[in-house]
C-alpha cells in the first residue's frame, strides 16, 4: 500500500501529530451520502470523531439534515453552523439542562432520554427558559448501554411528554452497538432490531402520539441501513475517518482511514523493540474491538510490527517479525485503533490536502465533557 501520509511525515514540525488526509475524507463522505440517498435515509453524523467545525460544514454540504453531539458543550459548537442538533446522550444534571434549555432558544434541539426523571427535569428547565426542548425516546435494541426495554415502556414515556407543554415528542432513539458481525451476517440482527422499533411505532400510532424521527445507526451498520426499514436517520460518527476497528472489523480497507499520528522513534535500546513519542496521551489505551491482542494501532510502515504496550508518554513496539528495523529518530505512521478519543487528545489536526499543503486546523470542541 501507498503510504497517503509519507509527505505530511516527513515535513510535520513536530510529533506526535495526528494527521487528517483531505481527499480521503471526501471520498468517505462521498460514499455515505450516495448510499443513504439511494436507500432513502437521512444522515445526522455524530461528530465526536472530529469535533471540527471546518468538518462538519463538509457533512452538512453533503446533504445531512442536521448533527449529532454527545455533551451540551459540543451542542454549543456545532450551532453555530447547524440549527438542528441531537444531543445523542441523556444530559439531566442541573448545569447540561440549563444550557440545552437556553440553546433550545435559537436551535432546534432534540435530546434522548429514557427515563421520566429526565423527562420531568428537561421540560422544567425547558419551561423557565421559555423554549421547547425535543425528545426522542431511548429504546434499548441489544446494546443494553441506555434506552427503555420494550414498546410498552416506550409508550409510557412518550405519553409523559406529550403531556408538557415544554417538550416536544419528536420520536424514538436506538443504538446498535451490538452489531460488529460482518455486513453480509448483518440482516437477521438489523431485522430484528427492526421488529423492535416497529412494534413501538405501531403501540405510539394506536394512542395518537407522533413518531417523525427515528433515529439510529452506527458506522458498523451504516451500510445496511436499509435492512432498519423502520428508521429515518442514521448517526455514524467514525465513517469519516475510519480506523483499525473498522479496517479489521472488515467495513472499510485501509487506504480509507483518513487520519494517522505521525510520531517519532525516541529508543531502539531494548533488542527487537523500539519506543516512539505517542503513549496513552495520543494514541488512547483501546484496544482494538473484534482483535485485542494486536495492539493499540497499526504501523503502516511496518506492517508486522505490534504495538505491545502505552504508557503516558511511550508507545512500545515490537519490531522483531519486521525484516527492517527503524533507527532512532525515524518517523512512523500510526493508525489508532480508536480515532474518536485520540481526536480529542488534540488541540489541533493537521489537514493534508491534495496538493500536500499541510494546515493546521483547531480541534473545537475539543475535551467538551459537560
Known sequence: M????ERARDAVVSTPSLVIDLPTVEANLAQLHQYAEKASIKVRPHTKTHKSVLFAKRQLAYGSRGLTVAKVGEAEVMATVSDDILIAYP????????????????SSIHVAVDSAYAIHVLGEAARNAHSMIGILIDINVGADRTGVADAEASLE????????????????FFYPGQVWAPAGEQESPLHAIDEKLAAAISLWQENDLPCPIVSGGSTPTAYQSHCIKSQTEIRPGTYIFNDMNTVRAGFCQEEDCA?????????????GKGV????TKTLTSDR????????????IEYPAAVITRLSEEHGEIDFSACPNRPNVGDRISIIPNHI???????NEVILHDAEHNLTPSKVDSRGMLS
Not at 444530559?91 to 435559537?106: C, N, S
Not at 482494538?288 to 504501523?299: A, D, E, K, R, Y
Open 276 to 279: 516512539v513519542d505517542a503513549g
Open 2 to 5: 501507498v503510504n497517503k501520509f
Open 340 to 346: 474518536c478519543p485520540c481526536v480529542n487528545l488534540q
Open 288 to 299: 482494538n474491538v473484534l482483535h485485542p491482542l494486536t495492539g493499540h494501532g497499526h504501523v
Open 259 to 271: 487520519a494517522a499520528i505521525i510520531c517519532t522513534v525516541v529508543s531502539t535500546a531494548v533488542p
Open 91 to 106: 444530559a439531566i444534571d442541573p448545569d447540561r439542562r440549563r444550557r440545552i434549555a437556553e440553546l433550545a432558544k435559537t
Open 157 to 172: 414515556l412518550a405519553k409523559l411528554v406529550a403531556k408538557s407543554e415544554s417538550l416536544r415528542l419528536d420520536g424514538i
